[in-house]
Structure formats: structure tokens, C-alpha cells
């Protein structure tokens, strides 16, 4: 096999931290723009060689000759293209977004062409087929009958016309993707709302105040700046009196990267997703087409745990009928407090629902979303994930030291019982400039068991964009983050939970790799659970100023409280998740592909929400799940992973009704074997039964969202 040594390297090839941190942790501040094109043009040609070597004729279809040598040319490849496309999600500068950009076609070709390669895929067949297949691993067998899957999906079986331009689709997406996300960013970093009246700021929290007055001074402003970052603009829609804030803030969020963007004062006309989205969507169906699937949402399927188009549409429909009542309910409820108390004259107007919710949810549970923020110091609220972690899995977390990219950023090691390290994981907990909006987990190294017998073992970023801390007074005080926040930061523990505690050693299935789409979410919205349960506030709950633990007064009213208006959020979920599959299932026909995008949610909306979709909200322009962020087809997924982790929690709650604790070590382990540990190496339903030991039901997410009479 012909191989690239670093011995034969250039001194500046060498020098490379794309090239030379190997199996080890990236200096992320050592990585330049410059180290880009060299770096992964070297990485690119090393995997083509090894893919080279691997379709040759006296290459073995066995699992050390094919399969291990193919895995790491192509991980050394991911691993470092990892790392860039996680700086450009964190650390975004023009420098470095060039030479993302300038590297994308052909990272996205390579891996379109592995998907193609005919020859490739007649191998993975022969082993397959082969007396040694029967004698691997459960985990490596996986990993070839997905790898058979991916190949068709991939084209391989494409006739040699059409495989051209098969390639061409998949780097055309990948560009398009790329430029929605950037357009977002873009959009939302250029408006800035400028205040010098202190009195235009009645009813924002102190801490929303202060946080506007740093951003001022960080643009060299007098007074006070609002940006669209959602720890910026969020608390302007939830608490400000000043309506035409409000009212200011919400055009310009819900314009973003729209034809109506310019004239609310954020961003370009070029930044318009509008005919981007139309794009992706004509690439996504002729993708499918070509494959021989009837539209995208049936090939979006091929590796997910619904069977069908039709059986994803009524998933949705009916839950969206089982709420509907219920939203009804929530939205007369909202229209009448706003008409007794709040006096509108125009009556209740899209920039007003935020802010009439927090009023009607002070009014009817006596407290406000900012008195519970300042028992939420963020240190405190890591100290009581952590001890979830540690009590029901059996793990210790520490913090440790590991090279990062921002000062900001922290890291922390996992080991078990003995001391032996299992994992590292990073936190990325605060919004700022060049860091893209949202949460999110993501693999920085998988576990994978080494030729040699050794494990490497995995490394994940969790990414957060909390309100960063704020000086007053030349001080920086506490972060405190809402309950929101906190259960946002157990949601993404979770998905870090899953990639971090495998003990699968085929990297293709270790961890989050090869877990269906469509149950991928249950870890993660398992762990929000624990953020209602008392015993668990307890311990990460306290004063941001006094130390205080949270009274079980407030914590009674907030429970009370939890599933306030939860009618209308389900609905908007709902409509989020009818959006992207009725758009992936339909557009085939005429009447979608002549219909725009905005229009086509309308259309979704108007079925089934209670709420009027505002006339200038294009809200799809920045529906970057499934525009930019793999959601397409979907976004589904997070309802339908609701039931599966609903269901898992009331294990937990059936348990503690014995014990009298709902961090039960017992279920806590049998949950992390069944669950967590065997990540992708066999199919996500054979996983659930294995730990609930029968088939899912809807009724545990029913209750918990108080959707039932």
C-alpha cells in the first residue's frame, strides 16, 4: 500500500497542526487560514490512495486488509476536516470562511466519489459474502451492511453517465448549505440597535440592561446596543414595555435574510435565502429521483426507524390533532389577559405574544423567568449536570486542560470508577461575535479500538450560546443562565453522553455514528427530565448573590408552570416539523415547485396552527436545520424521539417510586448498556426493547406534557 509518511514532508507540511497533531488533540489556536489548502490537499491525496490501494485486485476483502486501513485514511481526513468546519462554527473570520469555502467542493467530492466507487462497493460486498463475515464482531458487521446501504444511497449503482452528475448535486448542496448558514450569520451580525435614552429600556432586567451596555462599549457605542443573538434580543421580546422595541427587534428577526431585510435595517439583499432554499430543494428530489426513490423524504428514510412517508405524516398530524384543543385553549387564554391587562389598542400583535406570555405567566404563577434566572449560576448548574452524570452512570467528571480555541471555552475529562480516562469532552457555553446562533454537540474524535489494541478513546465539543458575563462596575459578575438554558445545556449532555460513554470499537457505529436519525435525539432529550425533578434542583440551584438554594415555594410554582401554553409550542414544533416533510415530500409536483417556500409554509400553518403566521416573518430563511445543518427531511425526529425518551424516563419514574430517588444507579446503568454504550451497533428499536423490554408508547409524552384530560 502506498502511504504518506511525514518524513518525506516539507518543513512547513510537517509544522501543520492539521497534519501533525495525528491521533492526538489540534492546538486549535495554532490553526490558520493559510493551513487550509496544504494541510487538507495532503489529507485528501493520502485517502485517495488509500481508496486506490483498496479496489485493487490482490487487496483481501477482509476487515484488516480492507476496511481498517480504508477507516484510517478517511478518519485522519474527517478529523482535521473537523476541526475547520468547528472553528468556522465558532471562530468565523473572513480568512478563514475563504478558505473553508475554497476546500469544501473538494472534501465534498471526495466523499460523493467513495459513495460512487463501484469497485469499492463490489469489495465490501465480497466480504460480506465471505466465510470471515460470520466471524466478526457484531459492531463490524454493522458497519459493512451500513456501508452497503450508504453505497447505494451513494450512487455506486449509478450508471457511469449519471454519476457525474450525481457528484455535481452533492458538492452543489454543500456549497448551498454553507452559503444559507453564512448568509444567516451574516444577517444577524449586522444589525445593531442603538439606544442612548435610558428610559426606551423600561421593564428589561438589570442583567439584560447591563449585558446591552457592555455590547455598546464593545462597538464603541455610548448607551446601550441590541443585537439579534437571541441572549441579546430574546429578553427585548419577553420583558421590554416599550412596545416599539419590541416591535423594532421582531421585524428585524423575523426578516433576516429575506427580500425585506434591508429595509429593517439588517443585512443585504444578496443575503436572501429565498431562492437558495428552492435550490437545495430541486438538488434534494433529483437526488432521490435518481436513486429511484419517489421523493427526498422517502431516501431522507433509508437510514431512519419510520418505515414510510405516510406513517412520518401521520405521526405528525396526529399529534398536532391531540394538541390542537389545547393550543385553542392557550391562545384565547393569551388574548383575553392581553385585552384586560395589557389594553392593546390594535389588539395582540406578533411582537407582543412574548411578552403578554411572561405577564400572564407572572399574573397566574406569581414569579418571572428572570427572579428564577438568579438561582441559575452557571457553575452551580454544571456542578448539578455533573452529579446526575456521576450518580446514575457511574463516572467521575473533572475539569482538565486541553487546548481550545477560546478563552472562554473550558474542558473536562470522564473516567470511571478506577481512574481510567474514558473521554474529554469541551464546553462552549457563551454567544459572541463569529460564533454561529444555537446549541449543539458535536465529535471531535470517536472511540475507535486501534490495530494495535489500544482505544482511542472519544472527544466531543458541546457548544451553548448562553449571555456571556457582563461587568458592572468594572466587575464581571456570575453568569446566570435561564432554566431554558439549563435545560438546553442537559440536552446537549445528553447527545455528548452518547458519543462519550460507547463502548463500540467499530468507529463507523461507535457512539452517535450509524444511531438512526430519527432516534438520535432520545438521549438528549431524556437528560432534559432531570431539570424538573426537585431533587436534582436542589443541587444546581442557588442565589447568584446570597447562595441561597431555590425555595420549594418557587420551585412549586415553576413545576406548576411547566407545561404553561405548551398547547401552542407543540402546534409550532408540529408546523416546524410539517414544514420540512411535507416540502421534502412533495415537491415533485407542480404545485410545490411553482409554489415559493414562504408561501408553502403558510399553506402548513394555516392547517394546523392557531396562531396567524405574521405576513412579513419569513421564518424558513432561516430554518437552518434543514437548509444548513442536516435536518432536512428531519426535523420530524424531535418529536419522534420525544416519545422514545419519555418513555425511557418513566422507567426512571416507575423506579423511584420503589426507591424513593429518580437517579435510580440501577436503571442508570442499565440505561447507559442498553442506550448509551451500544451507540449505532444494532438498530435504535432493538436497543429501546432491550432496555424498556417492549414496544414504545406515546401515552408517557402525552402526560408529561400535560396533553391529556
Not at 428610559?199 to 438589570?206: D, Y
Not at 432521490?288 to 412517508?309: C, H, I, T, W
Not at 441561597?548 to 405548551?566: E, G, S
Not at 422507567?651 to 446503568?669: N, P, Q, R, Y
Request: charged share 20%.
Amino acid at each position: 500500500m502506498t502511504t504518506i509518511t511525514t518524513h518525506f514532508l516539507s518543513p512547513e507540511l510537517q509544522a501543520n497542526p492539521l497534519i501533525s497533531f495525528g491521533r492526538g488533540i489540534v492546538n486549535y489556536r495554532d490553526v490558520k487560514p493559510e493551513h487550509i489548502t496544504p494541510g487538507i490537499g495532503l489529507l485528501l491525496e493520502k485517502a485517495q490512495l488509500a481508496v486506490d490501494h483498496a479496489i485493487q485486485e490482490s487487496t483481501p476483502a477482509t476487515w484488516n486488509a480492507l476496511v481498517e486501513p480504508l477507516e484510517d485514511a478517511t478518519e485522519s481526513l474527517s478529523r482535521s476536516w473537523g476541526v475547520i468546519s468547528h472553528l468556522n462554527s465558532v471562530a468565523d473570520t473572513p480568512e478563514l470562511r475563504e478558505a473553508y469555502g475554497d476546500m469544501l467542493p473538494k472534501v465534498t467530492a471526495f466523499f460523493s466519489s467513495l459513495g460512487q466507487n463501484l469497485a469499492l462497493y463490489e469489495k465490501f460486498k465480497l466480504l460480506s459474502q465471505s466465510p470471515e463475515f460470520t466471524s466478526l464482531k457484531v459492531d463490524q458487521r454493522k458497519v459493512i451492511n451500513n456501508s452497503l446501504r450508504d453505497f447505494h444511497l451513494g450512487g455506486a449503482e449509478l450508471a457511469d453517465k449519471d454519476k457525474p452528475r450525481f457528484a455535481q448535486i452533492q458538492d452543489q448542496q454543500a456549497i448551498l448549505g454553507k452559503v444559507f448558514s453564512d448568509h444567516v450569520l451574516d444577517a444577524t451580525n449586522h444589525f445593531t440597535h442603538h439606544i442612548l435614552n435610558r428610559e426606551e429600556l423600561i421593564g428589561l432586567p438589570e442583567d439584560a440592561v447591563a449585558a446591552a451596555a457592555d455590547l455598546a462599549i464593545q462597538k464603541d457605542l455610548q448607551g446601550w446596543a441590541f443585537s439579534l443573538h437571541f441572549p441579546s434580543y430574546y429578553p427585548v421580546m419577553q420583558y421590554s414595555e416599550n412596545r416599539s422595541l419590541r416591535r423594532l427587534m421582531y421585524e428585524a428577526y423575523v426578516t433576516r435574510s429575506s427580500e425585506l431585510a434591508p429595509q429593517y435595517g439588517q443585512g443585504k439583499l444578496e443575503w436572501d435565502n429565498a431562492e437558495n432554499m428552492l435550490l437545495q430543494l430541486r438538488l434534494r428530489n433529483e437526488e432521490a429521483q435518481m436513486l429511484g426513490f419517489e421523493n427526498y423524504s422517502s431516501l431522507s428514510l433509508a437510514p431512519k426507524m419510520a418505515r414510510d412517508v405516510e406513517e412520518v405524516d401521520r405521526f405528525l398530524s396526529d399529534i398536532a390533532i391531540r394538541s390542537k384543543p389545547f393550543a385553542e385553549k392557550d391562545w384565547a387564554e393569551l388574548q383575553a389577559f392581553s385585552h384586560s391587562q395589557l389594553h392593546l389598542e390594535d389588539g395582540l400583535q406578533p411582537w407582543d405574544i412574548a411578552f403578554a406570555s411572561e405577564r400572564l405567566k407572572q399574573e397566574r404563577y406569581a414569579f418571572s423567568e428572570n427572579e428564577l434566572k438568579q438561582y441559575f449560576p452557571l457553575p452551580q448548574v454544571l456542578k448539578g449536570l455533573f452529579g446526575v452524570i456521576q450518580t446514575l452512570f457511574g463516572v467521575r467528571i473533572e475539569a482538565t486542560d486541553l487546548p481550545t480555541w477560546h478563552d472562554d471555552v473550558q474542558s473536562f475529562s470522564v473516567s470511571d470508577t478506577t481512574g481510567s480516562i474514558l473521554a474529554y469532552f469541551y464546553l462552549d457555553p457563551y454567544s459572541r461575535p463569529g460564533k454561529r446562533g444555537g446549541a449543539w454537540m458535536d465529535d471531535a474524535r470517536g472511540r475507535r479500538l486501534l490495530a494495535n489494541g489500544e482505544i482511542q478513546i472519544p472527544i466531543a465539543y458541546l457548544v451553548c450560546n448562553f449571555a456571556a458575563p457582563i461587568k458592572v462596575d468594572g466587575t464581571v459578575q456570575q453568569p446566570t443562565i435561564t432554566h431554558d438554558d439549563a435545560i438546553t445545556l442537559f440536552h446537549e449532555s445528553g447527545h455528548g453522553l452518547h458519543h462519550l460513554l460507547t463502548q463500540v470499537g467499530a468507529l463507523g457505529v461507535s457512539g452517535i455514528n450509524g444511531v438512526e436519525w430519527d432516534a438520535v435525539e432520545l438521549p438528549s432529550q431524556f437528560m432534559e427530565n432531570f431539570c424538573w425533578e426537585w431533587e436534582v434542583l436542589e443541587t444546581m440551584a442557588a442565589h447568584t448573590q446570597t447562595g441561597k438554594p431555590l425555595p420549594r415555594t418557587l420551585f412549586d410554582k415553576m413545576l406548576a408552570a411547566k407545561n404553561f401554553q405548551n398547547g401552542l409550542s407543540t402546534l409550532r414544533q408540529v408546523v416546524f416539523s410539517l414544514t420540512d416533510w411535507r416540502l421534502h415530500s412533495s415537491f415533485q409536483s407542480e404545485q410545490v415547485k411553482n409554489l415559493a417556500v414562504l408561501e408553502f409554509s403558510k399553506t402548513i400553518a394555516n392547517e394546523f396552527n392557531v396562531i396567524p403566521q405574521a405576513e412579513i416573518s419569513r421564518w424558513p430563511n432561516t430554518f437552518s436545520h434543514i437548509f444548513s445543518g442536516g435536518y432536512a427531511a428531519g426535523y420530524y425526529s424531535y418529536k419522534w424521539a420525544e416519545v422514545l425518551s419519555a418513555d425511557v424516563y418513566a422507567a426512571f419514574e416507575e423506579a423511584a417510586k420503589l426507591s424513593g430517588s429518580i437517579l435510580d444507579a440501577e436503571i442508570g446503568i442499565r440505561y447507559r448498556t442498553e442506550i448509551l454504550e451500544v451507540g449505532g451497533s444494532r438498530p435504535a428499536a432493538e436497543s429501546f426493547k432491550a432496555f424498556r423490554g417492549r414496544e414504545p408508547s406515546i401515552d408517557a409524552l402525552l402526560r408529561h406534557g400535560g396533553l391529556t384530560v
